[in-house]
């Protein structure tokens, strides 16, 4: 592999293997995918078939069992667990149930993620209101997740994975909740991010977005990319 192919590439998997349990059906099998800077990514496959062990993978929420990860020019086997952190902040994610903190309002589950960080409230003020307004809810500010519809809820879940402007957002499932007016909303959202610059990779079972979206499809199953297709007809 090339110097300058790692450069180039935001992800970059060579042979990726991850076996949760001896003796079984690896979960993700020898996977090799690059994915350059700016791309969006579907990724489809039916359940079981390694979706979101390949994301899991990314976030090091899971190590891999053999093969070669490299994310924004990090290399996952020289990576000390103190650098983590630095990883996961190149890295939103967000997931099919939100995860919102249902005590505090939607200001404040996108603040927490800058509080956490150690920003400073001049900072939170200034940063808070644009990300919302990027997502389409700075008129929802105030509310509080229990107030909101599903696919608000994402968008507050989006926001608070983007606000600290990650190389990379993750989005497993995140319609899997939600009706078809709301799931596209969140799908829009999710486009726009990736107009921004950032690189998204999108996990789905709702054929409709994959053909709706004219992305770059990767089809999984039984942990092994079944198929890699850029979906024709989207112009730039
Ligand atoms: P998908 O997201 O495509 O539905 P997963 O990545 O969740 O698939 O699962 C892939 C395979 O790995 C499945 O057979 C699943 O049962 C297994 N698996 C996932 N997580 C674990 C775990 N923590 N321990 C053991 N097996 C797991
Ligand atoms: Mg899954």
């Given at each position: 592999?090339?110097?300058?192919?790692?450069?180039?590439?935001?992800?970059?998997?060579?042979?990726?293997?991850?076996?949760?349990?001896?003796r079984k059906m690896a979960a993700l099998d020898r996977i090799s995918l690059h994915v350059e800077p700016r791309e969006f990514v579907i990724i489809v496959g039916p359940s079981g078939a390694g979706k979101s062990t390949l994301l899991k993978i990314l976030t090091r929420e899971e190590k891999p069992s053999s093969g070669?990860?490299?994310?924004?020019?990090?290399?996952?086997?020289?990576?000390?667990d103190k650098n983590i952190p630095r990883l996961r902040r190149?890295?939103?994610?967000?997931?099919?149930?939100?995860?919102?903190?249902?005590?505090?309002?939607?200001?404040?589950?996108?603040?927490?993620?800058?509080e956490i960080a150690g920003y400073s409230n001049r900072?939170?003020?200034?940063?808070?209101?644009?990300?919302?307004?990027i997502v389409g809810l700075k008129n929802k500010a105030k509310n509080y997740p229990r107030e909101l519809s599903g696919g608000e809820m994402q968008r507050v879940a989006i926001a608070?994975?983007?606000?600290?402007?990650?190389?990379?957002?993750?989005?497993?499932?995140p319609t899997g909740n939600l009706d078809p007016k709301h799931a596209w909303d969140v799908i829009k959202v999710l486009e726009r991010i990736n107009k921004f610059g950032t690189t998204v990779l999108l996990t789905t079972h709702n054929q409709e977005i994959v053909n709706r979206l004219k992305r770059r499809v990767v089809t999984?199953?039984?942990g092994k990319i079944v198929s890699d297709r850029a979906n024709s007809g989207y112009n730039e």
């Open positions: 592999m090339s110097v300058f192919a790692i450069i180039v590439l935001m992800i970059l998997l060579d042979r990726v293997t991850k076996t949760y349990q001896p070669k990860i490299i994310i924004g020019g990090i290399d996952y086997e020289r990576l000390k190149k890295i939103g994610v967000v997931f099919q149930d939100f995860k919102l903190l249902p005590n505090k309002s939607v200001f404040e589950n996108v603040a927490f993620a800058l900072e939170i003020r200034y940063t808070v209101p644009k990300v919302l307004n608070r994975a983007v606000v600290r402007q990650p190389k990379i957002l993750i989005a497993d499932e999984i199953r039984d």
